[in-house]
């Protein structure tokens, strides 16, 4: 089946403390997501291996002749540090199948800046999403480096063809007038924030969301799994406010369990909101 939802970033390989790799990345949380609430995602990365269940009904375009880049997080008393071990290169149209790019959503979600905002002329009639975290990173090699935070400034006229932009506080390093000064020209930015919620502002004007409550064991991806819920209902509706509260209530039941495992399904999603709080 054609996708309607296209994922642009590079899965990853992340290392654990005892050698071993998982897979993980935006664009496994967002692709799942989107699969789990009824649409037909695709994902175009470097060439990664896949969760063993993963579903296969969700594609996977590898670049030929790259790899998965792979990440390191070591944590300290002052926080978490990340490594790059190896890093894969960006992305062009050519690497998306023909055939994909008609999709209703694009979902630019850069891990090691690989996803140009110059890809976006490539799809006029899409909605376009990006969850900028990887376009904030830098890092100079040899491997294993360190990952350093750098700001991401684009020229305001390719943010403006961006219509949903979503990213955490911790993104952002606590700076909230960076998704402030984003809003001045995308029509939609999300500002997510854990357990406090989220910030939606809608031309530039921002309106807090609550979050859903929950039991947390793996907050890994909520971010993610934010952002695609809210392309997508936001798709469905054209209504930020609605869209931003559904996504608080996936993100917040995604947090349950490990991994991608409790991403949950229209049912459990519409049982969810007929106790949310707004």
Known sequence: MQPNYLMLGHIT???LPDGSTIPGGTALYAARTAQRLGMHPAIVSATATLPVDWPGNVPVASVAGSYAPIFENRYTPNGRIQFLHGEAPPLTIADVPSAWRTAQIVHLGPILVETPLELM????DALIGMTPQGMMR???PPFPCQIQY????????LLARID???MSIEDVHGDQSVAERYAQHCGIVALTRGANGADIYLAGVPHHINAYPAVERDPTGAGDVFAAALMVRYAETRNAIDAAQFAAVV???SVEGLGISTI??????????SNYTA
């Open 150 to 157: 750098t700001p991401f400034d684009p020229d305001p006229a």
């Open 138 to 140: 830098q890092w100079q």
């Open 164 to 166: 949903i932009l979503v």
């Open 251 to 253: 993100a917040a039941a």
């Open 121 to 124: 002329a490539n799809f006029p």
């Open 264 to 273: 949950p399904d229209r049912p459990t999603i519409e049982a969810r909101l």
């Open 13 to 15: 390989s992340d290392l």
